[in-house]
């Protein structure tokens, strides 16, 4: 895998994703990201691409909430 790759998971996973559960953003883009996460949560099946919906629009899973 490319290093860049690695890293981007691991900045979200290790350090964004407790702080999307605990803080409340309000500039952007951590606020989009915020928002885009959490509808995963209350839509587990929608919304797999934390970052960008390109995928989402690719599979099918970019559904509003």
């Known amino acids: 895998g490319q290093p860049w ?3 981007s998971y691991w900045t ?3 350090l964004l994703h ?3 559960h605990t803080t409340t953003f309000r500039r952007e883009p ?3 990201l ?3 996460h959490l509808c995963h949560h209350a ?3 929608t919304k797999y691409g934390p970052v960008t919906p390109l995928c989402d629009h690719i ?3 970019e ?3």
């Open 59 to 61: 599979f099918g899973t």
């Open 5 to 7: 790759a690695v890293m």
């Open 30 to 32: 951590l606020a989009y």
């Open 18 to 20: 407790p702080l999307f």
């Open 34 to 36: 915020q928002r885009r």
């Open 63 to 65: 559904h509003e909430a």
């Open 12 to 14: 979200f996973a290790t």
């Open 43 to 45: 839509q587990p099946t």
